[in-house]
T-cell receptor
């Protein structure tokens, strides 16, 4: 089946530190890959996406590159801010016929300290 | 542009009762999916509706059901509630075509006591 494995948290960083959250996937076929972010008490917000190999998704200083050879989609940010504190979910989407669904990783809690 | 609206935001029910949750997608979005989020199981796919038809279903018991109306609004229903059904239920809407990702609502927090 399809699955997503994320780096275990929680992750605690100081402001302006470099962030990497690892994500690897297993899928039958060629999935689209996503990073979602969840702030306390809220739903999920799409952070960035990549739909094919070697695509780089980017948004708000975050980046992730779709690596088919290593089945990975690691999230990076060069300088984190306190406002980046949230839970980050890696996800894949596969279309089977006309149906589609997201398969999520377990989430990584990020806390950024001032 | 209005986002995905889920009602109610919070709900407390007793074991054995039934509950209905509502989701209004972004205007023009015809696909609506539901997910359950719990601390133990994480985010799990419940079902997806498109043009009033369920086209995909996750691995949940028959107590969980849903439907979609002609205006794309969707409801999910859980009958004979169990304590383990306590969760955040998230609805997501999307367009057809390119797999651009879904837009999620803020969720309905269901507590079963």
């Amino acid at each position: 089946g399809n699955s997503v494995t994320q780096m275990e948290g929680p992750v605690t960083l100081s402001e302006e530190a470099f962030l990497t959250i690892n994500c690897t996937y297993t899928a039958t076929g060629y999935p689209s890959l996503f990073w979602y972010v969840q702030y306390p008490g809220e739903g999920l917000q799409l952070l960035l996406k990549a739909t094919k190999a070697d695509d780089k998704g980017s948004n708000k200083g975050f980046e992730a590159t779709y690596r088919k050879e290593t089945t990975s989609f690691h999230l990076e940010k060069g300088s984190v801010q306190v406002s980046d504190s949230a839970v980050y979910f890696c996800a894949l989407s596969l279309i089977s016929g006309s149906a589609r669904q997201l398969t999520f990783g377990s989430g990584t809690q990020l806390t950024v300290l001032p | 542009k209005a986002g995905v609206t889920q009602t109610p935001r919070y709900l407390i029910k007793t074991r054995g009762q039934q509950v209905t949750l509502s989701c209004s997608p972004i205007s023009g979005h015809r696909s609506v999916s539901w997910y359950q989020q719990t601390p133990g199981q994480g985010l799990q796919f419940l079902f997806e509706y498109f043009s009033e038809t369920q086209r995909n279903k996750g691995n949940f018991p028959g107590r969980f059901s849903g439907r979609q109306f002609s205006n794309s609004r969707s409801e999910m229903n859980v009958s004979t509630l169990e304590l383990g059904d306590s969760a955040l239920y998230l609805c997501a809407s999307g367009r057809t075509g390119e797999d651009y990702g879904y837009t999620f609502g803020s969720g309905t927090r269901l507590t079963v006591v």
